[in-house]
């Protein structure tokens, strides 16, 4: 799992996430969950965001595992950054089977801190359906903050 990496306002990401991704490649995992804040985002118009998502696509292609992306507020924070995602990564929750685990990812986005009613039902299913697989939930913000925002979620 990788999050957080935040590149610059042209797309550059950080020396430190490049490295980290030789690292994964040294690892060689099975596939990589990604939890968000792949971008520095909240950009003025659709063409800044896109410069943004070049940048860490360009990273992102020396990766030799499959990546799952699972949105964050600086990757989704309106109707255009959701849409300019959904084109780029497809949908914004998923799951999938790996083994003996399923992996969900939920989007606490495009709803703002907040998992929507038919995400939930979504959840709900993948929860019940998934027999004796343990179950991963990844997210960008916390379905349970514990700090001031308590009640937010």
Do not use: C
């Not at 969950?33 to 696509?57: F, L």
Request: no cysteine; proline share 7%; hydrophobic share 35%.
């Amino acid at each position: 799992m990788v999050g957080d990496n935040r590149g610059d306002a042209e797309g550059n990401q950080r020396p430190v996430f490049l490295e980290t991704l030789r690292a994964v490649n040294e690892v060689n995992p099975a596939f990589v969950v990604t939890t968000g804040d792949m971008i520095a985002g909240y950009t003025e118009t659709e063409d800044q965001a896109r410069t943004q998502w070049a940048g860490y696509t360009r990273a992102m292609a020396e990766l030799r595992p499959p990546t799952f992306h699972t949105p964050g507020n600086h990757d989704i924070w309106d109707a255009m950054s959701g849409r300019v995602y959904r084109e780029l990564w497809g949908p914004t929750f998923y799951a999938f089977d790996h083994g003996p685990v399923r992996i969900v990812g939920l989007d606490t986005e495009t709803d703002r801190s907040r998992i929507d009613p038919k995400q939930f039902a979504w959840l709900e299913k993948q929860i019940m359906t998934a027999g004796s697989r343990k179950v991963f939930l990844s997210f960008h913000k916390p379905l349970y903050p514990v700090d001031g925002h308590i009640g937010n979620s």
